[in-house]
């Protein structure tokens, strides 16, 4: 029942007289509202009433009408009725302003992200444009070959798997966070998220784990061009391409022509990546592509955060 606000009067139960604060059941006289049995003032924007703009959603006790009660709602005012919370933080997906990132909700700029993944945290033009904690097969989504949801997890494995995410991108941050279960014993093994990427896929952007063997790897931005392969900047890691715990942060903007990667893997972080200016140049696109190479990676959340003009 969204955005119908019950105002009808009940001479029988309620005095003419009675003003915001007045205890209610369903209904208030007037122009008021009963929200959490308290009759509220709806035109009210200073404290004493709903927000301008705010909508009255559900049933006394249930404002958003999720059918989970307020003092158990995760997000209150947001419909939320599966409450997920993908980083446990007592909010829901549905109003963290930071939903893959455990820790407070601070937004200083108000404009719907976290400043603790907000790429300007003081300039109000940011939004999560798409966050996905595989809870079901999205339809932006189109998997490819050894490639699956898995639990609350998307599964890639197998000698080649990947995935296509149709979610336009330029002035983005992307990014990814789970699991290498295994690595298989062929080489090389590789892990790469690509972006900008050409309606043929011959010019595109791309941020890498990668190795040639046994002995040695590479955690990389590159960018291909039809291809040929030039790196934009790599840190070299010992041995394989390690088990456990990983994420991926990317940083791309066509304005700046930069790219950028802050990533974790084998319990080190790296900051990698910057200016694009050589060919191809670093493009918009509709799409971001996952591919992997005899890997066994289960990735726990996907997100991808805008700045607008």
């Known amino acids: 029942m969204r955005g119908i606000l019950i105002g009808a ?5 309620y005095s003419p007289t009675f003003g915001p604060g007045s205890r209610c059941d369903t209904e208030c006289p ?18 004493g009433g709903v927000a301008d703009g705010m909508t009255i959603d559900g049933p006394p006790g ?21 409450q997920h919370d993908e980083d446990a933080d007592a909010i829901g997906d549905a109003c963290d302003p930071c939903p893959h990132l455990r820790g407070d909700a601070v937004d200083s700029d108000s404009d719907g992200v976290g400043d603790a993944c907000d790429p300007e945290p003081t300039i109000a033009k940011q939004r999560i444009k798409f966050f996905d904690p595989f809870l079901s097969d999205r339809t ?41 279960a295994a690595v298989a014993p062929q080489t090389p093994h590789q892990m790469s998220l690509m ?19 046994p002995n040695t790897g590479e955690i990389a931005v590159t960018k291909a061009n039809a291809g040929t392969y030039t790196s934009i900047d790599l840190r070299n890691f010992s041995g394989a391409v390690p088990t456990g715990a990983f994420s991926m942060r990317v940083d791309e903007s066509v304005a700046a022509q930069t790219a950028t990667l802050d990533a974790t893997l084998g319990g080190l972080t790296y900051s990698i990546g910057g200016s694009t200016a050589t060919a191809p140049a670093l493009t918009t696109s509709m799409q971001i592509h996952l591919y992997l190479q005899d890997l066994d990676v289960r990735l726990d959340y996907f997100i991808v955060i805008e700045t607008l003009p």
């Open 9 to 13: 009067l009940c001479g029988a139960c």
């Open 30 to 47: 007037g122009d008021l509202v009963c929200v959490d049995h308290v009759c509220t003032d709806s035109g009210r924007s200073d404290g």
């Open 62 to 82: 249930d404002v958003d009408g999720d059918g989970v009660l307020d003092g158990m709602d995760n997000c209150p005012s947001r419909a939320n009725q599966d």
């Open 140 to 180: 932006e989504w189109q998997y490819g070959t050894n490639t699956g949801r898995v639990g609350e997890t998307l599964r890639f494995f197998g000698a080649e798997s990947g995935a296509v995410l149709s979610v336009a991108n330029g002035e983005t941050s992307i990014v990814t966070s789970g699991t290498i």
């Open 195 to 213: 972006f900008g990427v050409d309606a043929n896929v011959k010019y595109y952007h791309y941020a890498e784990f990668w190795d040639s063997g």
